[in-house]
């Protein structure tokens, strides 16, 4: 089955940028639904933005104009660029993917995880 491997988080300063990166091994990540999500300790994990196998994309209203999903296919691996950061934005970043993009930013929708990578900002 697909393994996902996320990575790119760290600390920035408010206003700045970072590049997040979901790696798939095992299957071929663009044909899955694959969803981007954050959680803060204590809180639910939350979608941020999904990407469809089609290339459709969604993403949640307070990241809009914000984030962009992108996607290399020869590389398997697909991103999440994150401009304009804010403190609130700061989390616990999760990708995850799954067959059929029932609920794209609904953490409950998808069974494969990667782990976490950790976004600072401050």
């Known amino acids: 089955h697909v393994q996902l491997v996320a990575s790119g988080g760290g600390l920035v300063q408010p206003g700045g940028s970072l590049r997040l990166s979901c790696a798939a091994s095992?299957?071929?990540?663009?044909?899955?639904?694959m969803g981007w999500f954050r959680q803060i300790p204590d809180k639910e994990r939350e979608g941020v933005a999904a990407i469809e196998s089609d290339g459709k994309v969604h993403y949640v209203d307070s990241v809009k104009g914000r984030f962009t999903i992108s996607q290399d296919h020869a590389k398997h691996t697909r991103y999440l660029q994150m401009d304009g950061l804010n403190p609130e934005d700061t989390a616990m970043y999760y990708c995850?993917?799954?067959?059929?993009?029932?609920?794209?930013?609904?953490?409950?929708?998808?069974?494969?995880w990667g782990q976490g990578t950790q976004v600072t900002v401050s």
């Open positions: 995850a993917v799954e067959w059929h993009c029932t609920a794209p930013t609904t953490a409950r929708a998808y069974n494969y």
């Open positions: 095992g299957d071929t990540i663009s044909r899955y639904c």
